[in-house]
């Protein structure tokens, strides 16, 4: 009779442990890839209307993030001789010699996150895992 009681126990925790993971996945709550999160549909549609046709290029700082789906949508708009620089960024702080014009972030740290970077002794916890940056060249 013991035996069917722990194993009771063990699955009504697994459930719970499912039902919690099906509710962070639908929130989009709680990866820990925060790579599953990022929304390059909407970083495309934003460099797409803000460089308004005039001649853009994308330098994409964030190691080991695969951005073909934001390559694929916007290299047709990427020039050497560009108006307009397009900056994906993760942790680091490109220094370029160009005047910035707009910001913003994609995928924001949640506390635990924040938490998780104390302990871990990083130098700067940002506040988004991804920072889309427009400079202008001219």
Known sequence: MALLTRRTWICA????????????????????????????????????????????????????????????????LTTDDADIIWVLRGRSQLGLPYREIWRAGFVPYSQFDHFMMRLLEWQTQPAYVLELVEYSSR
Do not use: H, M
Request: proline share 6%; charged share 25%.
């Open 13 to 76: 925790a697994l459930v719970c442990l499912w039902i919690g993971s099906l509710y962070s996945y639908f929130r989009k709550d709680d990866f820990l890839n925060k790579g599953y999160l990022i929304p390059f549909d909407r970083i495309a549609d934003i460099i797409e209307q803000r460089s308004g046709g005039r001649p853009a290029r994308l330098l994409v700082d964030a190691p080991g993030l695969d951005v073909a789906p934001l390559t694929a949508r916007v290299g047709k």
